[in-house]
């Protein structure tokens, strides 16, 4: 083999979530492995100026589109605009997410429905959307979360979208192996971006006693989205310190 072992050079790639956080990382990060990456937040305005300063300095280039992983009409929007300009599309990291903490029993109804719909409604109708015109032989990466192995004291609905998202992947991994396209989960444990509060983790219990960087997941994310990453599928990949040891 020749070249960078982690390489996407010629790949399209849809990051969902991507305005910033571990989204605006991956794109980082894919457009420095040479992707064509598209950045797909609710907070265009974010997605653009995230996307523009990534292609300022990357190997591969960056653009932005609006859209809400909960609503089916603006995912075939979304891919069809994608085909119509760069032919096809490769790469599909469902990652937009939001977290809400607090015992069951004071959630409101709107808090769990936009948990459920944001992480699992968005996760299955980005999946139906690659699994409907993603070229053979692409890859998915959803972003699950340590709260997806085991269960998250106060985080009751996020950790049943979690666990979910895990499900997610693995029935897509046994239905879409035969076109050739892959399909892992990601669990990261704590990740320094604006969803996570320092004084919201139990430091003792991480053994690397920190949270990671963006880039220390994105690097994973990357890794599985490569051809580096061709005979893993259906698979849970920490990347969490040692939390879940
Ligand atoms: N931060 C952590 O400690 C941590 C740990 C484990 C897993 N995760 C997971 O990582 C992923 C990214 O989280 P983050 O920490 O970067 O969070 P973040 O809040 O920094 O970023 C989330 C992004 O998703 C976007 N988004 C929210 N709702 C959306 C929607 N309906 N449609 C499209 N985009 C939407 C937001 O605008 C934002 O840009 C999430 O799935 C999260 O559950 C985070």
Redesign the pocket.
Known sequence: MTGPVIDLTGKVALV????????AAVAEAFAAAGARVVL????HA?ATRTADRIAARSAGTAEAVE????DATAWERVTTSIRERHGSWDVLVN?????RKGPIAEMADDEIDLVLD??LR?TVLGTRAAARSMADGGAIVN?S???GLAGHRHALVYSAT?FGVRGVTRSAALELGERGIRVNAVC????E????RADQVDWSAVPLSR?AA?REVAALVTYLASDAAAYCTGGDHTVDGGLSA
């Not at 969902?16 to 989204?23: D, E, K, P, Q």
């Not at 797909?40 to 907070?43: E, H, N, R, V």
């Not at 971006?193 to 996570?196: E, F, G, N, S």
Request: hydrophobic share 40%; proline share 10%.
């Open positions: 969902s979530g991507a305005a910033g956080g571990l989204g797909a937040d609710t907070d974010g859209l809400d992983v909960r990652n937009a997410g939001v977290y944001v992480n968005g972003i979360s340590t709260a979690k990261p444990g704590p990740i971006t604006p969803m996570m949270a963006p």
